[in-house]
């Protein structure tokens, strides 16, 4: 096949693929690739076929019939759950690496939270979680949980919220007010009125969390978690993600919710450095999440400053992968998959270095599931995404596994973790609608796009810059 044949296929795929996608009957046939399901009874399949139905995954085995399904031929590709990443402030994309060699949290707290923050608009909280979703959808993460914690209106909630469902994200609206400035005091009673826009907005694929802080050393005891904002997420049955979860007195604050029984699977802690012991077996002992942003604990320097993945395995808790803040840091899940990998490895064989005691190492399977299955786990949706199971939702990834830098296919899970990045990703199916396709994000104008974000930033840091 020539280039040109290739294309027009390409092209007349992406054209049935994109017909009737309202249809709960119509069928698409992945057929042909490397299929790594990470779901435990089914694994990694050589070759194998994918059926979607509508927005679910109907069947996965090597072979499969056509019948009245869309083909698409992905051999010499690898197909894998899509990404899902726990915890990044989305409102601050068009912010990206302003300050890349942020020294410490105060730095940035100071600096974003305190300085820039109060400065954004409904419409700057739309510019940057539109852009933050739509490259999280480049990059393969099919599910994003945005922690907008710049709600300073009624207003700049809706505008996140519908920035998510008009990109085509499984987006997750954890909401919480700003940290410092003038804002309108409408959080947590806004919480209900948001709960009913998220169901209403974007086809199901937008939910609601709230949002909270450990403690109150940053901005004071109204958004630190505790039994009040526990019972509000109780009686809207919404889960609860809390940042910043930091040493001793986050570890102290960890003792008082387990014993107030505010602590469980529902509540997903961020970060989770410099913890104690006891705090770390609390953790485990009420089923409580975890969310790790590898790059953004090392290279801001969060408390002790290394991600606290080997805390976590040895309570049993697998944890869930995040981007944090672009401000300083990557914007892809293969980055922070790569980092926690290095990072764990060297200091595991760093510590028994001199010895004969063999380090206890974490590996390239470790990371994927940490990046998918146990990342939807972690926030409530491990029933609905982060595997190819059937009867979950059809979020999925296409790769290329014979692109230039990834040739030739041995190990599948080592080519998703180590050698591919977002120019491989050839589709992206969410809720089995196709969001990418060639190497290409759908359905977004470019230019009106980086217009939009020019003139946003443009505003926003005029506005803060002295008189």
């Not at 090597?62 to 992905?74: F, I, N, Q, S």
């Not at 309108?184 to 806004?190: E, S």
Request: net charge negative.
């Amino acid at each position: 096949m020539n280039h040109e044949e290739a294309v027009m296929t390409t092209s007349t795929t992406l054209e049935l693929l994109r017909s009737h996608t309202s249809d709960p009957r119509r069928r698409v046939l992945l057929t042909g690739a490397t299929v790594v399901t990470m779901d435990p009874g089914l694994g990694i399949l050589p070759r194998g076929d994918v059926l979607i139905e509508g927005d679910r995954i109907a069947a996965v085995a090597p072979e499969l019939p056509v019948g009245d399904a869309v083909v698409v031929d992905a051999t010499g590709s690898i197909v894998a759950p899509g990404f899902v990443d726990t915890h990044r402030h989305a409102w601050e994309a068009q912010l990206r690496r302003v300050m890349p060699d942020v020294n410490d949290l105060g730095e940035y707290v100071t600096s974003t939270l305190v300085g820039i923050a109060p400065a954004y608009r409904p419409e700057d909280m739309y510019v940057g979680t539109k852009l933050a979703a739509l490259t999280a959808i480049d990059s393969g993460i099919t599910t994003m949980l945005d922690f907008s914690h710049n709600s300073r209106t009624a207003g700049h909630s809706d505008a996140a919220v519908q920035a998510l469902a008009d990109t085509g994200i499984r987006g997750v609206h954890a909401s919480m007010r700003p940290h410092f400035g003038d804002w309108d005091g409408q959080w947590p009673a806004d919480l209900g009125r948001l709960r009913d826009l998220c169901s209403s907005t974007g086809g199901g694929l937008v939910t609601l969390r709230l949002a909270a802080l450990a403690t109150d050393e940053i901005a004071g005891p109204g958004i630190a978690y505790g039994p009040r904002l526990a019972d509000i997420a109780r009686d809207l049955d919404i889960g609860v993600s809390v940042d910043a979860v930091f040493g001793v007195p986050s570890s102290e604050a960890v003792l008082r919710w387990a014993a107030e029984g505010v602590l469980g699977p529902e509540v997903s802690l961020i970060h989770c450095t410099g913890l104690t012991g006891e705090a770390w077996r609390a953790m485990a002992d009420t089923g409580a999440a975890v969310s790790l942003a590898p790059t953004s604990e090392a290279q801001i320097g969060l408390e002790t400053a290394v991600p606290a993945i080997d805390e976590a395995l040895a309570v049993g808790i697998r944890p869930g992968l995040s981007i944090d803040v672009e401000v300083a840091l990557a914007s892809d899940m293969f980055t922070q998959m790569r980092a926690l990998h290095a990072i764990q490895r060297m200091r595991a064989v760093n510590a028994v270095y001199g010895t004969t005691a063999t380090p206890t190492r974490i590996g390239v399977h470790d990371v994927l599931g940490f990046a998918t299955l146990h990342g939807a786990e972690s926030i409530g949706f491990g029933d609905v995404t982060g595997s190819i199971t059937p009867g979950k939702q059809a979020d999925i990834l296409l790769v290329h596994a014979e692109d230039l830098n990834n040739m030739p296919l041995n190990d599948p899970i080592g080519t998703l973790v180590l050698g591919s990045d977002p120019r491989n990703i050839h589709a992206v199916f969410i809720a089995g609608r196709v969001r990418k396709w060639a190497g290409t994000v759908l359905d977004v104008d470019l230019s009106a796009l980086r217009q939009d974000v020019r003139a946003s930033r443009d505003r926003i840091m005029k506005a803060v810059q002295p008189a």
